[in-house]
T-cell receptor
């Protein structure tokens, strides 16, 4: 167990709806990264938050947005859901955002868009 | 961005050492090599990382060649629970984002 928790574990939404996924980082970690993993693929980086500020973003449209709170927990929001957004969404926390900090992943939220 | 190349799949007998290779010929001098694994339906798990020197922890050993163009992850005594997809990642310079490739699917067989 990494100490990183995510909620909910599973979610079913309809195309066009909005969704919020939540992540609690490991105690003492100030950095949270979010990843999307489609079936059969490796995780793809969405964005990272370091001390409540966005600290890097992958190739995802603006309808993917995030937030980090003072306690370093984080949310991922996706607007105008599309069928291709169906995936496992993973968050990972780390002590910092630099090159030598390992990331600890949560179990993920499985999102299905119908 | 430095890319990695791994064999898509490997088999290993239970109790034997599993040696997983990774090529990263375009790695930059200050980029780290990280290894993660993902057991089916779980989040990725950190295994080990290194810059230039060989590294060992309770899970595995990481051997990095002197020119840093390739590395090998060694699981010294593989068990059935080590069956997973293993990802070799060269960590990006900005923000520490992990770029996952397809990884190596390791099957440990009795």
């Amino acid at each position: 167990e990494t100490g990183v928790t995510q909620s909910p574990t599973h979610l079913i939404k309809t195309r066009g709806q909005q969704v919020t996924l939540r992540c609690s980082s490991q105690s003492g970690h100030n950095t949270v990264s979010w990843y999307q993993q489609a079936l059969g693929q490796g995780p793809q980086f969405i964005f990272q938050y370091y001390r409540e500020e966005e600290n890097g973003r992958g190739n995802f449209p603006p309808r993917f947005s995030g937030l980090q709170f003072p306690n370093y927990s984080s949310e991922l929001n996706v607007n105008a859901l599309e069928l291709d957004d169906s995936a496992l969404y993973l968050c990972a926390s780390s002590l910092g955002s630099g090159l030598s900090y390992e990331q600890y992943f949560g179990p993920g939220t499985r999102l299905t868009v119908t | 961005d430095a890319k990695t190349t791994q064999p898509p799949s490997m088999d290993c007998a239970e109790g034997r050492a599993a040696n997983l290779p990774c090529n990263h010929s375009t790695i930059s001098g200050n980029e780290y090599v990280y290894w993660y694994r993902q057991i089916h339906s779980q989040g990725p798990q950190y295994i080990i990382h290194g810059l230039k020197n060989n590294e060992t922890n309770e899970m595995a050993s990481l051997i990095i060649t002197e020119d840093r163009k390739s590395s090998t992850l060694i699981l010294p005594h593989a068990t059935l629970r080590d069956t997973a997809v293993y990802y070799c990642i060269v960590l990006q310079n900005q923000g520490g984002k992990l770029i996952f490739g397809q990884g190596t699917e390791l099957s440990v067989k009795p």
